[in-house]
């Protein structure tokens, strides 16, 4: 079984991963990615879905443009884990 993480937890990781929010209503992490255009927003998307399929964990995102909008949240667990961490840390190296 999967663990949400714990209180504390979830402040060291809002503290690790400065680029992403947490929305307290979803118990998730959320982050906007901006890009030139559709082409370079759709790539990364690609890139992410991949990374996804392979970690069996995948986000719930949008499109609109050059803009992609990515909630991390682990369904199996009711909230925040270790994997949407693992999957937020990952999706950062794409773009740094």
């Known amino acids: 079984m999967i663990e ?8 060291a990781v809002l503290d ?4 992403w ?3 307290e209503a979803r118990d998730a992490l959320t982050r906007q990615f901006v890009f030139a ?3 370079q927003a759709f790539g990364f998307m690609t890139r992410v879905a991949m990374l996804a399929d392979k970690a069996d ?3 719930e995102w949008s499109n609109i ?3 992609v909008d990515i909630l ?8 925040l884990s270790a994997r949407d961490v693992d999957m937020a840390t ?6 740094d």
């Open 16 to 19: 690790a991963l400065g680029e």
């Open 72 to 79: 991390l949240t682990t369904h199996d667990a009711g909230g």
């Open 21 to 23: 929010d947490f929305d």
């Open 4 to 11: 949400q993480l714990s209180e504390n937890e979830r402040a």
């Open 37 to 39: 255009d559709f082409s």
């Open 65 to 67: 443009y050059n803009r």
């Open 57 to 59: 964990h995948h986000p």
């Open 90 to 95: 990952a999706i950062d190296k794409l773009v």
